[in-house]
């Protein structure tokens, strides 16, 4: 609109101008708008210079719009226009969403065959560059070349180190990188480079160590700026008890979040919920937790739902699974196969083998979008069998090869115990050759089936037979 005013009034837009109204756009949807702006100077007569494409490609950058932003570097090459540091930054920040580390060490060369030398912004993008793809040692290396070419590590540098040991889960390495800055650093880490280490320590055997390093960022004095537990550290340590099934501590973090007045987000909720489900003493407590997340302002996902269809599963609370099912649409939210095999199995857990089989045809009718998959069949079958429903049993393998759903050593173990069980010894028989010829099982090997206890059974030879 200013534009626009300035050229009733008679003033004729610069280049500085044009560049101006690009760089406004930022991050809006409207960014196209801005780009267009490109065209409209050079019908103005306002040839674009280093800045316009710059700006331009910045404006891409941050859209997301990869391609188009190479793409305007192209343009600005073939217009004779010589790349500067900011160029070369705004491509290297583009490997660095890219994952692309390799690309950024040829993008440091071209820096130096052009006489540009890489400034603290150009390292640090390209160690982000390999962070991204969890490459520890690409990254180190970076800081070395910095070091030796007497640039200064900045936050930005750790925090991108550490990033590297959350990609690949390495909280030994985290933990060692961390104590190595606490003794060098004068400065105070920021929480982002807490979190990334908290993050690293998120599987199962860490979520103590996760604990102790949201523990150490609490005892920091409050004067200290950047250093106290935000929201993402919080959802990172209850991840990692998540991960661990410590539902107790889980629940705890997510109170003390509230007291705190840190907005829990949706992959926060679904951490408790997962904690639940894996914490056998907790499972009661995935729904209400579910329940929780509209109070608190969060829209529940595909996760959320899934989480909550495990606790479900294997607290065999089949009634809460099939109505979950229903939630789910409500909610706009389509199940997967994911969703659909839990509640088979939950429905298998509580020895409810017709409502099974009403799931496994609800997934058959294809009003879902979602196809029966082996595991689908094999939940079932192991559902008819608890049932000692032993044709069904085999009806159902039957249909699996007819829906071109492979049975699996699972499959055929289970009708096995099935037919066993039922006195029916031919037809187990029967089976057994069958799974040794489709899956060259020797006889005598074990074949845990899934959903079925593990157990040994054996076919002996015919006599006079080697």
Same mark, same amino acid.
């Given at each position: 609109?200013?534009?626009?005013?300035m050229?009733?009034?008679?003033?004729?837009?610069?280049?500085?101008?044009?560049?101006t109204v690009?760089d406004?756009?930022?991050?809006?949807?409207?960014f @196209?708008?801005?780009?267009?702006?490109m065209?409209?100077?050079?019908?103005?007569?306002?040839r674009?210079?280093g800045v316009?494409?710059n700006t !331009?490609?910045e404006l891409?950058?941050?859209?997301?719009?990869i391609?188009?932003a190479?793409?305007l570097?192209?343009?600005?090459?073939?217009?004779?226009?010589?790349?500067?540091?900011?160029?070369?930054?705004?491509?290297?920040?583009i490997?660095e969403?890219?994952?692309?580390g390799?690309?950024a060490?040829?993008?440091?060369?071209?820096?130096?065959s052009c006489?540009?030398r890489?400034?603290?912004n150009?390292?640090?993008?390209?160690?982000?560059a390999?962070?991204?793809?969890?490459d520890?040692?690409?990254a180190?290396?970076?800081?070395?070349?910095?070091?030796? @070419?007497g640039?200064t %590590?900045?936050?930005l540098? %750790?925090?991108?180190c550490?990033?590297?040991?959350h990609?690949?889960?390495?909280c030994?390495?985290?933990?060692?990188?961390?104590? !190595?800055?606490?003794t060098r650093? !004068?400065?105070?880490?920021?929480?982002?480079?807490?979190?990334y280490s908290?993050?690293?320590?998120s599987?199962?055997?860490?979520?103590?160590?996760?604990?102790?390093?949201?523990?150490?960022m609490k005892?920091q004095?409050r004067?200290?700026?950047?250093t106290?537990?935000s929201?993402?550290?919080?959802?990172?340590a209850i991840?990692?008890c998540?991960?661990?099934?410590?539902?107790?501590?889980?629940?705890?973090?997510l109170?003390?979040?509230?007291? +705190?007045? +840190?907005?829990p987000t949706?992959?926060? +909720?679904?951490a408790c919920?997962?904690?639940?489900a894996?914490?056998?003493? %907790?499972? %009661?407590? !995935?729904l209400?937790?579910?329940? @929780?997340m509209?109070?608190?302002g969060?829209t529940?996902? +595909?996760r959320?739902?899934?989480?909550?269809?495990l606790?479900?599963?294997?607290?065999?609370?089949?009634?809460?699974?099939?109505s979950?099912?229903?939630?789910m649409r409500r909610?706009?939210?389509?199940?997967d196969?994911?969703?659909?095999?839990?509640?088979?199995?939950?429905?298998?857990?509580a020895g409810?083998?017709?409502w099974?089989? @009403?799931?496994?045809?609800l997934m058959?009718?294809?009003?879902w979008?979602?196809r029966?998959?082996?595991?689908?069949?094999n939940?079932?079958?192991?559902?008819?069998?608890?049932g000692?429903e032993?044709?069904v049993?085999?009806g159902l393998?039957?249909?699996?090869?007819g829906?071109?759903?492979?049975?699996?050593?699972?499959?055929?173990y289970?009708c096995?115990?099935?037919c066993?069980?039922?006195?029916?010894?031919?037809?187990a028989?029967?089976l057994?050759?069958?799974?040794d010829?489709?899956?060259?099982l020797?006889p005598g090997?074990?074949t845990p089936?899934?959903?079925?206890p593990?157990?040994r059974?054996t076919?002996?030879?015919?006599?006079?037979?080697?």
């Amino acid at each position: 609109e200013e534009l626009r005013r300035m050229k009733s009034l008679g003033f004729r837009p610069d280049v500085t101008t044009y560049n101006t109204v690009i760089d406004a756009f930022g991050e809006s949807p409207a960014f @196209r708008e801005g780009l267009r702006m490109m065209k409209v100077m050079e019908e103005d007569g306002v040839r674009p210079d280093g800045v316009t494409f710059n700006t !331009a490609m910045e404006l891409c950058r941050r859209n997301r719009e990869i391609a188009l932003a190479l793409e305007l570097y192209g343009q600005s090459l073939s217009r004779g226009i010589k790349p500067s540091l900011v160029t070369f930054n705004v491509l290297l920040n583009i490997r660095e969403r890219l994952g692309d580390g390799a690309g950024a060490l040829r993008l440091l060369g071209e820096m130096r065959s052009c006489r540009i030398r890489p400034d603290e912004n150009s390292y640090n993008f390209t160690i982000g560059a390999f962070a991204n793809r969890g490459d520890v040692d690409g990254a180190f290396k970076i800081v070395d070349e910095m070091t030796r @070419r007497g640039l200064t %590590h900045n936050e930005l540098t %750790h925090t991108n180190c550490m990033k590297a040991f959350h990609v690949c889960k390495d909280c030994d390495g985290a933990l060692k990188f961390l104590d !190595a800055l606490q003794t060098r650093s !004068a400065s105070t880490l920021s929480a982002q480079t807490f979190c990334y280490s908290i993050s690293a320590c998120s599987s199962r055997g860490n979520w103590k160590r996760a604990l102790r390093l949201l523990d150490a960022m609490k005892r920091q004095p409050r004067s200290s700026s950047g250093t106290q537990p935000s929201a993402a550290c919080y959802t990172a340590a209850i991840t990692a008890c998540g991960n661990a099934g410590e539902a107790t501590t889980a629940l705890n973090l997510l109170d003390e979040m509230l007291v +705190l007045q +840190l907005n829990p987000t949706t992959p926060t +909720l679904n951490a408790c919920i997962t904690a639940c489900a894996r914490d056998p003493s %907790h499972r %009661h407590a !995935a729904l209400p937790t579910l329940r @929780r997340m509209p109070a608190l302002g969060l829209t529940p996902d +595909l996760r959320s739902f899934n989480a909550v269809l495990l606790a479900c599963q294997r607290a065999a609370r089949w009634r809460a699974a099939v109505s979950l099912l229903g939630a789910m649409r409500r909610a706009g939210l389509s199940p997967d196969i994911v969703s659909f095999n839990s509640v088979i199995a939950a429905c298998a857990a509580a020895g409810e083998w017709r409502w099974a089989l @009403r799931v496994l045809r609800l997934m058959k009718g294809g009003v879902w979008g979602v196809r029966p998959d082996v595991v689908s069949y094999n939940s079932a079958i192991f559902a008819v069998g608890r049932g000692g429903e032993w044709g069904v049993a085999l009806g159902l393998l039957k249909e699996m090869e007819g829906e071109g759903v492979r049975p699996d050593v699972g499959s055929y173990y289970s009708c096995m115990q099935v037919c066993l069980a039922a006195g029916k010894n031919e037809e187990a028989l029967r089976l057994r050759g069958m799974m040794d010829k489709r899956r060259r099982l020797k006889p005598g090997r074990r074949t845990p089936g899934r959903g079925a206890p593990a157990q040994r059974t054996t076919v002996r030879r015919a006599p006079g037979k080697q």
